[in-house]
Structures are given as structure tokens and as C-alpha cells.
């Protein structure tokens, strides 16, 4: 059974989607998101927009991103929502849902989500903060992408699958070598249904961003 890896940097991955930085390479084959990381943002980073946007018409573009917020991203908070905008601005134009790498400022990336109303999906990626905040960002309509990283609290790990409901969850292996059959294994006994059952709701929850996999 092929399960679907929402997000990896591996770029040999088979069944899931590759992120890489504007400039890459793409193989026939694969799917791709592309945006500009905020630890990455530097001086050219009007130049790295433009070259997201080219590649946001392609067909294995399926995501844009990772994009988002860092307290250790290089670049003050103030450029970093630039930037955000503007590949929230590509996700809009070209239909494609956002994968948004978030440490800290959840409240302000809520915000925003509440001013700009977008239409396409908006995905927080390596979800690992708290229950708390999970819900709030629950309430404002994301979905989430989690990774084995989640079971390092297990009690955490088992709230979380209680309070976010399968139809708003991906499973990543994100940069690790994690073997993504373990974050399956783990939520498919904490939604109570077969490993089969769970990967046919994620291939609904793509379908319902807007990403065919087949
Ligand atoms: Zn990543």
C-alpha cells in the first residue's frame, strides 16, 4: 500500500510532494512544491519570488511553499509577511494550496488568514505546538501535516488526533529519515479505522486541495 508523504525535502521520494527552493530542477514523474523558506530569505529574494511564480502555472507544481513565519529566519517579521503575502498572492492565482512552515506567530498567520479570506487550502506543516493553538487554528479552517517528530509526547500526540479530525490531516517525513509508516500507523489507531480506510481519506483530503496523486 503506497502512503501518500505530503512534504519531504528527499528528492528521490515516489509518492509524495518534493519541496524545493525556486531555481530547482524537476523530474518527470514527481510533484513538487516550490516557495522560499524564511530561514532562505535574502537578498534575492524578489528574484526567488519571481522565478516561484513562473513555476507556479506547471502542472507538477501542486503546492506553493513552504512559506511562512521563524523567529530564526534571517529576516525581520515585517519582510517575512511581505513575503508571505505574496506567495499566498501565487497560491490564489494559480489554485494551489499553501504549505506553511510556522514557528511561533500562529496568532499573527491566523490573522492574516482571517483579513486575506483565502480560497485554496492553507497547510501547516510539522505541526508540533500546542493542543491549544491547534484548535484555534482548527477553528480558522486549516489543515495540518504531521510527522513522526509529533510521538516524541505521546500524550500530546493522542489529543491532538482527538481534537483534529481525519479529514484535515497529512502525513509528512518532512527533512528526516523517518519511515512514514509509523505517523500512519499511529493515527490510524487513534481514529479507530484500518490503515486502507485512512489512506483513502487522504486521498479525499488531497482531492479537497485541489491535488490529484491517483
Ligand atoms: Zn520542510
Not at 138 to 164: M, P
Not at 166 to 176: C, G, R
Amino acid at each position: 500500500m503506497k502512503l501518500f508523504n505530503f512534504h519531504t525535502h528527499n528528492k528521490s521520494e515516489e509518492y509524495g510532494i518534493i519541496n524545493i527552493s525556486p531555481g530547482e530542477y524537476l523530474i518527470e514523474g514527481k510533484i513538487y512544491s516550490c516557495g522560499l523558506h524564511p530561514w532562505d530569505i535574502d537578498n534575492d529574494y524578489q528574484e526567488k519570488i519571481e522565478k516561484t511564480e513562473q513555476l507556479a502555472g506547471k502542472n507538477k507544481i501542486v503546492a506553493i511553499g513552504e512559506a511562512g513565519f521563524d523567529s530564526k529566519s534571517p529576516a525581520d517579521f515585517n519582510l517575512q509577511k511581505d513575503i508571505f503575502r505574496k506567495h499566498v498572492g501565487i497560491s490564489e492565482k494559480y489554485n494551489k494550496a499553501l504549505i506553511i512552515h510556522c514557528v511561533k506567530y500562529y496568532n499573527e498567520l491566523i490573522a492574516l488568514k482571517k483579513e486575506i479570506k483565502p480560497a485554496g487550502a492553507w497547510v501547516i506543516h510539522g505541526f508540533r505546538g500546542k493542543i491549544q493553538i491547534a484548535s484555534e487554528l482548527l477553528k480558522h479552517g486549516f489543515y495540518f501535516s504531521v510527522s513522526e517528530s509529533l510521538l516524541i509526547d505521546r500524550n500530546k500526540a493522542e489529543q491532538f488526533f482527538n481534537l483534529i479530525p481525519a479529514d484535515k490531516i497529512f502525513f509528512e517525513t518532512d527533512d528526516s529519515d523517518y519511515m512514514i509508516e509509523n505517523i500512519y500507523n499511529f493515527a490510524s489507531v487513534q481514529y479507530k479505522i484500518s490503515l486502507e480506510e485512512l489512506v483513502l481519506q487522504i486521498n479525499r483530503n488531497l482531492e479537497s486541495i485541489g491535488i490529484w496523486v491517483g
